[in-house]
């Protein structure tokens, strides 16, 4: 019976055959179709992700907002590109197409990497972006061998305190204090924080109370202060800045920027003494930046605290990067429209991520035990241009002691480590590095200019090109030793201003922002 239908299905092949049928070779077709079929349906999953990839790339891309336009366009084209490649490739295979399916692979997993740290770019840029407020550490610090090592131990001791510098915060942290401890603490007030300290070196009081931002203050009077004292409690206060510069158009406009580098290892927005000082001032049109350094030394009136009275510009970080502002918006006479604040840290990620900077060097110098200590073996600095990296660089842009015009031509050095920074930033290579750049520098750099602001000026420079001119200059004065605001009535070292050096800089201001690019400029492109 068998053998006659399959007899009749071979004599008719048109009939339909029953169960029983078996074509010979049809079993392995069946399953090569099946196989083909599951093949393609891999293949059209993988390109649909492959397309949902691409698609989020771009929207992270978009997010970030710093990519112009026509760099836009090309990466939208390739990536469709791309896509229709494998698309076709499943669509008109004839066999398993697995190299068409290895690529899509590849190509989805460089692309949700690449959109995971696009995402954190755009974290980052809106970390550093847009400070809006100030923090006072206010520390108590007891002798090296005092037996207290929290608070609640020293609950019965005398504490110093001062009013005069910075008085409500203290007062603040005492009734803090007194709240934690629920009960009053015994204080003893002095006129000066030397005073305090000094007191506690004698015996008359057990723990001191005082802002952390003076210990560098303290350090100028006491030597090996910091190694004589330890602190057993900290009493952070938050202090909003007035940050109204959202109108300032930075592709379009003459502004100028403080930089202040500091020395913290706690919040970027601790107040501190601030080591450098750098007012820059750029003019979008012309592609002019002026670097104005001024020696942390300086002798100047710290406007709305000092009363008149004089104190070191380093002293003005203490109450501040706003006091900073203020102090040298009106030693030159410009509108100091943001403030970034970087310490140590940043710069050696800067310059590592970057690859390193080629820095010029007015003299050659072995950097010095101050210099060296905690960062390794003394740096050989020749006179010419010097490749640093991040370590490197900052070794360099701390020296003081070895170089001729000790603290001026340091503040040089940092001018001649900030023009090498900005020549590899307005470089091709920005594109490449700008990821790594954003996300290194993400809680050691903090600005007041906001996240569109920053957006807009890297897409204006990745659209428009084209040279910079970066002029530098340096105010100098005379040595001197006085007293300071800050610092009690022991006389400290400082910089009396010189008049003609001040306003040779206030010229140079005026030339910026009426559009003229200065002579002797040196170029980054």
């Known amino acids: 019976m068998k053998k006659k239908k399959y007899k009749a299905a071979l004599d008719n092949p048109a009939k339909s055959l029953n169960k029983y049928s078996k074509v010979p070779g049809r079993e392995v077709n069946d399953k090569t179709s099946t196989k083909m079929k599951t093949s393609k349906l891999i293949g059209y999953i993988l390109a649909a992700v492959q397309a949902a990839a691409s698609v989020i790339m771009v929207v992270m891309v978009l997010m970030l907002d710093m990519l112009p336009m026509k760099y836009m366009l090309p990466i939208i084209l390739v990536l469709v590109f791309l896509w229709a490649v494998v698309f076709v490739s499943q669509l008109k295979a004839k066999k398993k197409a697995i190299a068409g399916k290895v690529f899509s692979v590849f190509m989805s997993l460089v692309l949700i990497i690449g959109s995971f740290y696009v995402f954190k770019a755009n974290g980052a840029v809106k970390k550093i972006s847009g400070g809006e407020y ?32 910075k008085g409500d915060n203290i007062r603040d942290a005492v009734t803090t204090i007194n709240d934690e401890l629920e009960s009053e603490i015994a204080v003893q007030e002095y006129n000066s924080l030397n005073e305090q300290a000094q007191s506690l070196f004698d015996g008359n009081v057990n723990a001191i109370i005082y802002n952390e931002g003076y210990t560098g203050i303290l350090e100028e009077t006491f030597e090996g ?24 158009d930075v592709t379009d406009n003459t502004f100028s920027v403080f930089l202040s580098g500091i020395d913290v290892y706690g919040p970027i927005e601790t107040n501190s003494r601030s080591d450098v000082n750098i007012v820059v001032t750029v003019n979008t049109k012309t592609h002019q930046v002026l670097l104005i350094t001024t020696p942390r030394d300086f002798y100047v009136e710290l406007p709305g605290i000092s009363g008149g009275m004089r104190d070191k510009l380093t002293h003005a970080g203490i109450y501040g990067v706003d006091a900073s502002i203020a ?8 509108d100091i429209d943001f403030y970034a604040r970087v310490n140590f840290t940043s710069l050696m990620e800067i310059v590592d991520v970057l690859g390193g900077v080629d820095v010029y060097s007015e003299y050659a110098f072995v950097t010095s035990d101050d210099t060296n200590w905690g960062m390794g073996e003394a740096l050989n600095v020749q006179q010419g241009y010097n490749t640093f990296n991040g370590k490197q660089a900052l070794m360099f842009s701390r020296e003081r002691i070895n170089i001729p015009g000790g603290d001026n031509q340091r503040g040089k050095n940092q001018q001649a480590v900030i023009t090498a920074i900005i020549k590899k930033m307005v470089s091709p290579s920005m594109l490449i590095n700008a990821n790594g750049l954003i996300n290194s520098v993400s809680g050691n750099v903090e600005t007041s200019m906001s996240q569109d602001q920053i957006q807009e000026l890297i897409k204006s420079q990745l659209a428009e090109g084209g040279a910079w001119n970066i002029y530098s200059v340096a105010a100098y004065g005379a040595d001197s030793s006085e007293v300071c605001f800050s610092g009690g009535d022991m006389p400290l070292s400082v910089i009396w201003p010189d008049e003609a050096s001040v306003n040779e800089i206030k010229t140079l201001v005026d030339r910026v922002e009426q559009g003229e690019v200065l002579e002797g400029s040196e170029q980054a492109q």
């Open 134 to 165: 100030k923090i006072d550490s206010i520390v108590v610090a007891v002798r090296k061998d005092d037996k207290a090592e929290s608070i609640e131990e020293a609950a019965d001791y005398v504490f110093g305190v001062q009013y005069k510098l």
């Open 225 to 248: 202060y910091s190694e004589s004292v330890k602190i057993i409690y900290t009493h952070s206060i938050k202090t909003l800045l007035e940050n109204d510069v959202s109108e300032v």
């Open 327 to 334: 102090t040298l918006s009106q030693l030159y006479d410009v």
